[in-house]
């Protein structure tokens, strides 16, 4: 009597852990976490999920319901990036970015640095050769003497016009409410398109209204038919 009030007693409080319990697994099946600023599931995320579609199996009568939610921060400033990148693409157009663009990595010569150039005077209305004085003045302040490093030069003051046009970047609450509704779509289409889980069995819960801001992740629920 006492086993089975305790199999009940974890239904009911930590219905997740008794899932993972049926298929050997300790990991927290109701939460699936994502990079910050993308909606795709990684494949720790898919691993997790088909665990869990595998529980749902053996209990047909369970239900599942997702959320999503963003980090405010990190998602905010993956999602600028995302936003600059998209116009300097634009704006300088080329066929791609080169991969793991970034302030530290960025070109310092060549059609995308020229497109970085003109996307800061256009943006933030300010001189982008004042800019390279006062790097340069720096520089030489640093090292005791007038520098003759351009390679140096160049590199630090890109790394400096992308870094204020990348804090210029608005990110709004629907941008986040966007994303995290399709972090919580992402999870259900993996369930029910790879993992077989029938969907009426699978909701989408609103994401947008009360957004969680807490982690880059979605929370999963449980409810019996």
Do not use: C
Not at 185 to 210: G, H, M, N, Y
């Amino acid at each position: 009597m006492t086993a089975i009030t305790n199999v009940i007693t974890k239904a009911v409080t930590a219905p997740f852990s008794l899932l993972a319990g049926l298929v050997g697994s300790d990991e927290e099946l109701n939460l699936v976490a994502f990079q910050p600023g993308i909606a795709t599931l990684d494949a720790d995320a898919e691993d997790k999920l088909s665990k869990l579609a595998k529980a749902l199996d053996d209990r047909p009568k369970l239900q599942l319901s997702i959320e999503g939610g963003v980090a405010l921060r990190e998602d905010s400033e993956a999602l600028a990036e995302q936003k600059l990148q998209q116009q300097l693409l634009k704006a300088s157009k080329l066929a791609a970015l080169p991969d793991e663009l970034s302030a530290s990595r960025f070109p310092t010569k060549g059609k995308l640095a020229d497109t970085l150039v003109a996307l800061f005077e256009q943006q933030l209305k300010q001189d982008a050769d004042a800019e390279k004085d006062k790097v340069k003045q720096k520089l030489a302040e640093k090292a005791g003497s007038e520098t003759d490093d351009e390679d140096a030069l160049l590199t630090v003051w890109h790394m400096g016009l992308y870094n204020q046009l990348l804090s210029a970047q608005e990110i709004s609450n629907n941008e986040l409410a966007n994303l995290a509704q399709a972090r919580a779509q992402a999870i259900k289409a993996f369930l029910v398109d790879s993992a077989a889980v029938a969907p009426e069995r699978v909701f989408l819960l609103d994401s947008k209204t009360e957004m969680k801001q807490d982690a880059s992740q979605a929370i999963l629920s449980l409810n019996a038919d």
